[in-house]
């Protein structure tokens, strides 16, 4: 069994998001040698990351953990937030409206559509949704900690035939 438990802190830095999901991507490839699961998580990692620095108080980090669980993979990141911010219920509300749907390529179709009936508001949840669709990953979002967000992508490794 290949073990990987890896923690980043990275500035908020829209600069920052194409290396980090580089490197995510080589890691991966590197531990499980498989392509598909590569690009997939790579690219959740750009989107979580992308919405945490979206949304993350100014000057601050962000904490990007890939923990390899027997079954699949877990790519989790946490950034600070301001408690009563619209978008955190924004979140949540996406990610409950991506599991009403009975698959997630239903649900990312439903995200493009709105995309394309929406006048670009950036509210479409397209990211979440292409987490779940492209990257066959569940997701949850934990708000435990005061002032910190922390929205974790679970990765079934046998989603990618392992």
Not at 64 to 88: F, Q, Y
Not at 125 to 131: D, H, K, Q
Not at 153 to 158: G, I
Request: glycine content about 8%.
């Amino acid at each position: 069994m290949t073990a990987l438990s890896l923690t980043l802190d990275i500035a908020a830095d829209w600069s920052k998001i194409d290396p980090t999901r580089e490197a995510v991507g080589l890691l991966v490839l590197a531990l499980f040698g498989d392509d598909d699961l590569r690009d997939a998580l790579a690219m959740v990692s750009e989107e979580l990351l992308e919405n945490a620095i979206k949304y993350s108080l100014p000057a601050s980090s962000v904490a990007l953990a890939i923990e390899h669980r027997g079954d699949g993979v877990d790519i989790a990141v946490t950034n600070a937030v301001d408690e009563g911010a619209v978008h955190l219920a924004d979140l949540r509300a996406r990610i409950a409206w991506v599991r009403s749907f009975a698959t997630p390529s239903e649900a990312y179709a439903a995200a493009l559509a709105r995309v394309y009936a929406q006048a670009g508001d950036g509210r479409s949840g397209l990211g979440i949704a292409r987490i779940a669709y492209e990257g066959r990953c569940g997701l949850e979002c934990d708000e435990s900690v005061p002032g910190r967000v922390t929205v974790t992508a679970r990765c079934p490794r046998a989603a990618f035939g392992d």
